[in-house]
C-alpha cells in the first residue's frame, strides 16, 4: 500500500500479541501498540529503549509468533491499519492496548486513528499512560473504553505530577462510560504520605477508582540508570501500604507484573 503524502503517521516501537500482565485487563489477550517517545524518566523505567523514537519499528508476523518483521519509521495510518487486520485472527483477543513510552504524546494521530482501528476491529481500546498529559487525554477520550493511569510518586520515581494526575482523573472519571484504574508503583524507597496524599486526592474525585499498588520489579544491571536500584517492598511494607490507602479508597489492590513470570513481552 502507497501512503498519499497528508496521511498521518506515528512514530512506534512494535506491533505484537500478547497477555496483558498488569491492571484491571491482567491475564487478557491484547494487541498491544507500543508508540516510540516519553517525555518522563521514571526511576523504575522497564522501557527506556522507548524514549527515542528509532528509524525502524518491529511487526509480529502472527499473533504470539514472537517473529518480527523489521518496517520503517514514521508508520503512515492505513499501513498501521493493515498490520492490526493482520494481528486481529477470529475470537482472538480482547482488546487493543496503546503502550509506550507515552501513547499520548501522539494524540493527534489517535485521533484519526482511533475510530478507524474500532470500526475495523470491534475490539474495546485500552489505553495505558503515565497519566500526565490530562490536555492530549480530552482529545482521545471519546475512543477509549478503558484507561490504566499511572500516579508517579516522587519517592519512587523522580517525577512529580500531583496537579496533572489530579485533572487527569477528574477527566476520566467525568465520562461515565470509561473504565479507569490508577497503577502505583512502589519500592522500598515509598514515602507513605505521598500514598496517603494520593489516596485522598483520589477519594476527592471518586473513591471507587481501583488502584493497583505494583511491586517494582527491579531492572536488572545492565539497564539501571540509578545510582542506587530500587527494590521492591518488603512484606510487612506491602501490608501497611494497603491498609494505610484503604481508609481512604477500597480497592486498593497489590499486583506484581504478571507478564514478566510469564515471559510475556
Ligand atoms: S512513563 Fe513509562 S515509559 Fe515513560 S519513563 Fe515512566 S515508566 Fe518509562
Redesign the pocket.
Known amino acids: 500500500m502507497t501512503a498519499n503524502t497528508t496521511e498521518p503517521t506515528a512514530r512506534l516501537i512494535e506491533v505484537f500479541s500478547a497477555i496483558q500482565g498488569e491492571g484491571l485487563n491482567v491475564g487478557t489477550r491484547q494487541i498491544f501498540i507500543r508508540f516510540a517517545l516519553?517525555d518522563?524518566?521514571?526511576n523504575?523505567?522497564?522501557?527506556?529503549h522507548?524514549?527515542n523514537a528509532p528509524t525502524t519499528c518491529k511487526v509480529e508476523r502472527s499473533p504470539g509468533s514472537r517473529e518480527f518483521e523489521i518496517h520503517s519509521n514514521p508508520v503512515p495510518l492505513t499501513i498501521l491499519l493493515d498490520w492490526i487486520k493482520r494481528q486481529n485472527l477470529p475470537l482472538l483477543h480482547d482488546s487493543i492496548s496503546l503502550t509506550?513510552?507515552?501513547p499520548l504524546l501522539h494524540a493527534p494521530f489517535l485521533d484519526e486513528f482511533l475510530p478507524q482501528v474500532r470500526s475495523l476491529t470491534g475490539l474495546p481500546i485500552y489505553l495505558e499512560t503515565?497519566g500526565h498529559r490530562p490536555e492530549q487525554l480530552a482529545m482521545i477520550l471519546p475512543y477509549l473504553d478503558s484507561v490504566g493511569m499511572?500516579w508517579?510518586l516522587p519517592s519512587v520515581?523522580g517525577?512529580t505530577y500531583w496537579q496533572e494526575h489530579t485533572k487527569f482523573l477528574q477527566l476520566c472519571h467525568n465520562n461515565p462510560s470509561l473504565d479507569v484504574f490508577v497503577k502505583i508503583i512502589i519500592s522500598q524507597n515509598t514515602n507513605p504520605d505521598e500514598l496517603q496524599k494520593t489516596a485522598l486526592l483520589i477519594a476527592d474525585i471518586n473513591p471507587k477508582v481501583p488502584v493497583f499498588l505494583q511491586p517494582v520489579t527491579p531492572l536488572p544491571a545492565s539497564e539501571q540508570f540509578t545510582a542506587k536500584p530500587l527494590l521492591a517492598p518488603n512484606p510487612d511494607q506491602v501490608l501497611m501500604w494497603q491498609a494505610l490507602m484503604k481508609k481512604f479508597v477500597p480497592h486498593v489492590r497489590v499486583v506484581p507484573q504478571t507478564h514478566k513470570m510469564l515471559n510475556q513481552l
Open positions: 516519553c518522563l524518566r521514571c523504575f523505567c522497564d522501557s527506556s522507548t524514549w509506550g513510552g507515552e503515565g499511572d508517579k520515581s517525577e
